[in-house]
């Protein structure tokens, strides 16, 4: 197989569970790289800690396992120190959202180079399912046992709110979709947030309802509604939905060509 | 020239071309000087959204291959303790400097102090060897910096130039060595195949790995687990030992060379101070006024304070009857000399934690005969 170069196939099998999402998000990441023809060893990968982080590992390119919550930061020292490199953050609802949250919405406003793709299975897996940012009220959670009264926040409106490129969200059931989205994610100059909806059967589907695999990949059929539907829709008819599309597509100048013209300037008026 | 501005210059000297940083008094200089001498050097400054990110984006930026550094200051370094661990897990280089300033907690941010010594060697969670450098100068501030950056590069590890307010802000003449009395190290490089690289592997007699750059040509994986050769997470014994121990006895072998100190009438002397940072040029003050008098006192002033220099301390103290350590905290260092040193022999701590610099009389005031 053609994507085979793109993993590290001795390392495989991967941790995660049968049935996890997580696997075809990943798949998606390379053939998105195989579709811009990137050198994969001009590629950095950087991720944070929880199980969608562990894809950096199953990767064959240049990668990074940081600590919990912080991958961007690190991405955004690695894309200013040196800008020819494709720098991509793989990161979690708990790692991206909640601890990660503020290096989110700060690169945005940067509009630096790197795309995030933030694997949305909306728990925390690895700690063996407690309720995250993005977990849906109501959700029972080991940590919300009586049903999570919190409701889950929108990365996509808030990362077009904060200055990105580009943003968009997919889905795991919609798997070519998703690669499409990858595909213009990864070609956007400046920085793109892209959210996969992916499915934790081990820690979510199993206490919420949705028993197999199967029944969370319907669940995300019948949930899903594209962006240009939801517009005619009320608040109150999009509660508990998956909108998914583009959220946003700019192509506003990124941060370190921003930053070589100023050093080029400054130089400039040295002479 | 102002201790915090010969830090920056020190770390440029050295190579330096990237610094991430967050305002914080009062080491704010340092990241204001950066930020105006690096691009035109083309170099990279950035000011971060928090002192953690700032910290993750140095060993980002170190890893794509820069020489690079932040500043910060008690409650920055606290943050930026995790990600100090992962660099030395991870065998990143790079320099965070710690102008110390009086805690706990938001404490007296523009008065000086030396609270952070333990910080410095225990602040980050696990076992873990540190390096810690100690200015008591304008000079020492410039060349410590400098040889911190050689020295993150040449071990692979964070080292931490520990100043106090009173150095960051003082402002002294100085003499700097010329630049090619200035010898700079940098990371060493791979030379073999990229398709059988390992990014651990150990050949070298330094039990120090090449580092190449992103984008170089070798890829590899990096991880804060416990890792092998390969650089991927394993959790067997052996490997955890293994790995644990080199990172420690890469440092421990070249420990001696790692010993910076000055000394002053050791031999003619029957007591000693021993001082660092700021409270060092009471310490010298008191020390003075002691010969003046007549007393047989020497004093030890230490530059590295993490490894601390057992031999150093031990052999200037061994043949005296009181020894005084002086610093501006509650007793940090005085544990490692009570450690190290024969029972027998009195020690004394001059010690203030106030936010007001030690004064030589407080130190002469802990000698013997002094009346």
Not at chain 2, 113 to 132: E, S
Request: charge should be neutral; glycine fraction near 10%; include cysteine.
């Amino acid at each position: 197989m053609e994507l085979e170069k793109y993993f590290r196939v001795e390392k495989l099998p991967h941790i995660w569970c049968p049935g996890c999402g997580h696997g075809s998000v990943m798949m998606s990441i390379a053939k998105g790289v195989d579709k811009l023809g990137w050198d994969p060893k001009k590629v950095v990968v950087v991720s944070g800690i929880g199980c969608s982080s562990r894809a950096a590992g199953y990767l064959n390119f240049n990668t990074l396992h940081t600590v919990h919550g912080r991958p961007i930061a690190f991405a955004t020292g690695v894309k200013l120190a040196n800008p020819e490199l494709h720098v991509i953050v793989i990161t979690g609802d708990g790692d991206g959202a909640a601890i990660g949250g503020n290096h989110l919405i700060h690169a945005c406003r940067r509009n630096i180079g790197i795309n995030v793709v933030l694997f949305n299975n909306q728990i925390y897996g690895m700690t063996s399912g407690q309720y995250s940012p993005m977990t849906p009220e109501g959700s029972m959670a080991t940590t919300s046992p009586f049903g999570n009264i919190e409701p889950p926040f929108d990365l996509c409106e808030l990362t077009k709110s904060a200055g990105a490129n580009f943003v968009a969200r997919g889905t795991v059931y919609h798997l070519p979709k998703l690669d499409s989205y990858m595909e213009k994610a990864f070609s956007k100059k400046g920085f793109s947030y892209l959210e996969a909806i992916s499915q934790c059967p081990t820690y979510y589907g199993r206490r919420n309802k949705l028993k197999t695999p199967l029944e969370m990949l319907e669940w995300q059929k019948e949930n899903s509604i594209d962006i240009k539907k939801a517009k005619d829709l009320d608040p109150e008819e999009l509660k508990g939905k998956i909108i998914t599309g583009i959220f946003t597509e700019r192509d506003e100048e990124e941060y370190t060509v921003r930053y070589d013209k100023l050093i080029a300037s400054v130089q400039g008026g040295k002479k | 020239m102002q201790g915090n501005e010969a830090c920056v210059e020190g770390a440029l000297d050295a190579g330096v071309r990237f610094y991430a940083g967050y305002p914080i008094t009062p080491s704010s200089e340092i990241a204001e000087d950066f930020a105006a001498k690096l691009p035109p050097l083309g170099g990279k400054f950035i000011q971060m959204e928090d002192e953690i990110a700032s910290m993750a984006a140095v060993v980002g930026a170190s890893l794509a291959g820069q020489k690079a550094v932040t500043a910060t200051s008690g409650p920055g370094f606290s943050l930026k303790q995790e990600i100090i661990g992962f660099a030395t897990m991870v065998e990143a280089p790079c320099v965070i400097m710690n102008v110390q300033r009086a805690g706990p907690s938001t404490g007296l941010p523009t008065s000086p102090a030396q609270g952070d010594v333990m910080q410095a060697r225990w602040g980050t969670h696990g076992d873990h060897p540190a390096l810690v450098l100690c200015p008591s100068s304008v000079t020492d501030a410039y060349l410590l910096s400098f040889q911190a950056v050689n020295w993150a590069e040449r071990f692979r590890t964070p080292v931490i130039v520990l100043l106090d307010e009173t150095i960051g802000h003082l402002r002294e003449r100085v003499r700097l060595p010329g630049r090619e009395e200035m010898v700079i190290s940098s990371r060493k490089q791979p030379h073999g195949d990229p398709e059988t690289f390992q990014p651990y592997e150990i050949t070298d007699e330094d039990l120090i790995p090449p580092l190449p750059p992103y984008g170089g040509g070798y890829r590899f994986h990096t991880t804060g687990l416990y890792h092998d050769e390969t650089g991927f997470p394993s959790n067997r014994p052996e490997v955890t030992d293994r790995l644990l121990n080199r990172l420690h006895e890469k440092i421990d072998k070249y420990k001696e060379t790692l010993f910076l100190y000055e000394s002053y009438g050791l031999r003619q002397a029957n007591q000693l101070i021993i001082s660092y940072g700021a409270s060092a040029r009471s310490a010298k003050a008191a020390w003075r006024k002691a010969r003046e008098k007549g007393l047989l006192v020497g004093l030890l002033i230490l530059k590295t304070i993490w490894p601390f220099p057992e031999e150093i301390v031990t052999q200037a103290g061994h043949d005296k009857n009181n020894i005084v350590v002086a610093e501006m905290n509650k007793g940090q260092l005085i544990g490692e000399v009570e450690r190290v040193m024969d029972k027998r022999i009195p020690i004394r701590g001059a010690n203030r934690a106030d936010g007001v610099l030690i004064t030589p009389e407080q130190i002469l005031a802990k000698l013997e005969g002094v009346n």
